[in-house]
């Protein structure tokens, strides 16, 4: 029997005006691993993104010792202008993290960027897919 699917969660972490590429801690998977179901990244500044100055935001599963660097999904790049106070939803490529495994945000930047303040939101339910 699975316990995916019931006890939604939200978690939602603030990193005021990132400076470099940074790895952000965000949770250990708990008893049953988790399933997350969406990811939303929101800059609180418009920035518009050309093919030297831009950033991404990643889901990462850190593994059972926090150094994994398997990428869930992300939303950015080269081509992807942000709009102040707006969702972007991550586009997942895995959504499982195994009992114990870290769940990351990698933020990536390149050229000179501004993000301002950045906000996760990650919905996700006890228990593996």
Known sequence: ??????????????????TADEILHIMKAPFGGMT????YAISD????ADGSN??????????????????????GGASVDWTADTAKTLTL???GLDEGDWLH???DETGTVAPGE????????????
């Not at 500044?45 to 518009?48: P, R």
């Not at 950045?118 to 897919?129: E, F, P, S």
């Open 1 to 18: 029997m699975s316990i995916a699917g019931y006890n939604t969660n939200v978690i939602s972490r603030s990193f005021v005006d990132q």
């Open 105 to 107: 945000v990698k933020y």
């Open 54 to 75: 831009y950033f991404s935001v990643d889901l990462v599963d850190g593994g059972a010792d926090g150094t994994g660097t398997t990428s869930m999904g992300s939303a």
């Open 93 to 95: 490529t895995q959504t």
């Open 36 to 39: 997350v179901l969406a990811a």
């Open 45 to 48: 500044a418009t920035f518009d």
């Open 118 to 129: 950045l906000t996760i939101c990650i919905h996700w339910v006890q228990g593996g897919t």
